[in-house]
């Protein structure tokens, strides 16, 4: 199986397929490579596209001490699968975990990054609410501990940003919550812990989101309560940045509506291509 290797020499499983401009598809914490399906199938007809599963997910290695997945391994893990593939720089297409991670990458490594589509992004950022989130994500951890995989999931499942999508699609939901069942108890247990529970919030790095000139689109579902406000405060602050939201959607948008996720990623991207999505004057940012 194709593996990329990190720099602290973690494996990381990676599919990839078509060709042209390269897209790069990052999950979030209760999905995997696998989740970006209805997208690979749809952009691999104009783009060379790879999709990879994160450290502590399988078939990548699932390394034993949570000191590894903080969110700076997170982020120079998609620049290792860059590498490994020769690649110079490419869109990013992130969903809530994954959209994190390409904000850092915007942050941090800029001329990797041709433009960035941040779905879901922001949750556990309120800096009144933080301390009590990080509490959620070290309870959780325990439970995939102690409980396992199978029942951890069925205490997510149900989760208020989860429901739109089991209205719309219940036997969706229905493969989507099996998957995470299967997934390796010690490395979602460590993902919690170091990743979610240990990122800084974005509204902590506000002057160096400022100066962002990457392109970005941010997409939020209106029934994504926690990652509302953090999609609208990244609208006003990144300099090249546009905002939509899913009408009755979620947290899970390119399964939810993975025709109207594909447009909107498609219709960016072309944009960014033709070099039709411009950055706003930096003198008339908001706080």
Not at 39 to 49: E, G, K, M, P, T
Not at 56 to 61: A, I, L, V
Not at 153 to 173: C, M, W
Not at 177 to 198: I, W
């Amino acid at each position: 199986m194709p593996h990329a290797t990190a720099k602290d020499g973690v494996r990381l499983y990676f599919e990839e397929v078509g060709a042209g401009t390269p897209l790069l598809f990052l999950h979030e914490f209760a999905a995997d490579h696998t989740n970006w399906e209805p997208q690979l199938r749809y952009f691999a007809r104009r783009h060379r596209c790879i999709a990879y599963s994160a450290r502590g997910y399988t078939p990548s290695d699932v390394p034993a001490s949570p000191d590894v997945y903080s969110y700076v391994h997170f982020y120079t893990d998609a620049l290792a699968v860059l590498d490994h593939l020769g690649i110079e720089a490419a869109h990013f297409v992130g969903l809530s975990m994954g959209s994190y991670s390409s904000l850092q990458v915007a942050l941090n490594a800029p001329s990797r990054i041709r433009s960035m589509l941040l779905a879901g992004v922001g949750s556990g950022s309120d800096l009144a609410q933080l301390e009590a989130f990080r509490a959620q994500c070290r309870a959780t951890a325990e439970q995939f501990e102690t409980l396992g995989s199978a029942e951890t999931t069925k205490v997510t499942r149900e989760a208020p940003g989860r429901i739109p999508f089991l209205v719309k699609d219940p036997r969706g939901h229905a493969d989507f919550y099996a998957a995470l069942a299967r997934h390796d108890a010690k490395g979602s247990a460590n993902t919690m812990r170091g990743f979610q529970g240990g990122r800084p919030s974005i509204y902590t790095m506000t002057d160096a989101i400022r100066r962002v000139t990457t392109p970005a689109l941010i997409i939020c579902g209106d029934e994504d309560d926690a990652c509302i406000e953090p999609s609208l405060f990244l609208k006003k602050q990144l300099p090249a940045s546009g905002l939509t939201f899913f009408p009755k959607s979620g947290h899970v948008l390119n399964l939810e509506e993975p025709a109207l996720f594909n447009e909107a990623v498609e219709r960016f991207i072309a944009l960014v291509e033709a070099g039709r999505w411009g950055a706003r004057d930096p003198r008339s940012m908001v706080a």
